[in-house]
């Protein structure tokens, strides 16, 4: 990118100092946009969070349609649905096929196609680190309500999170360390 066109200088042509930006709200998914985007380059004081976002977002609304997840009622399928619903609502596109898995204090939801078209576009061109670095990114920015989310799933508190993704074939993963706490609970806070 030219310096001239970088967002620095463009605020500067209209009067408003770089300095003075302290929140930089992603309202959607845009890469040829984000790509753009510095890293703290001209807006070093700058948070860069989505909008706030409750984990009833992911929670409160059944995500399953036209998507494979593991039976009805259980906890293993109600993070799969948060997940996908995670995918869905700020991605714009979810999976096919989601499985939730529980180990003590870990879970692991794995998720299968999804790639929204202009990702599907970057991978075929061989920008597969674009699309992972724009994902890592969006995983940053929307930790908060995806941590809740699975907190109020699993009545546990998780201490530890983090999102990965493969190509041909595409996987998604998101994987949640919870503290120790065993008693795994439904998602109406029953025991399981």
Not at 7 to 27: A, C, F, K, N, W
Not at 77 to 97: C, D, H, Q, T, W
Request: aromatic share 8%.
């Amino acid at each position: 990118m030219q310096p001239a066109k970088e967002i620095g200088p463009q605020l500067e042509q209209l009067g408003i100092l770089p300095s003075d930006v302290r929140r930089v709200v992603m309202t959607h998914l845009h890469t040829g946009y984000l790509m753009g985007m510095p890293d703290d380059a001209h807006l070093p004081e700058s948070d860069r969070s989505a909008p706030e976002q409750p984990p009833e977002a992911l929670t409160a609304h059944d995500w399953r349609a036209g998507v494979d997840l593991e039976g009805s009622g259980d906890l293993r399928a109600a993070i799969s649905n948060a997940m996908v619903g995670l995918k869905k609502r700020f991605y714009g596109k979810g999976p096919e096929r989601a499985r939730t898995y529980l180990n003590d204090s870990y879970v692991f939801c794995a998720m299968e196609g999804g790639l929204t078209r202009n990702e599907q576009t970057l991978v075929e061109a061989g920008e597969e680190d674009a699309v992972r670095n724009y994902r890592l990114l969006f995983q940053k920015v929307m930790d908060r309500p995806t941590i809740e989310a699975v907190e109020q799933l699993t009545g546990r508190h998780v201490i530890g999170y983090h999102s990965q993704l493969t190509f041909n074939p595409m996987r998604s993963f998101e994987i949640f360390v919870l503290d120790s706490n065993l008693e795994w609970r439904q998602p109406d806070n029953r025991r399981a």
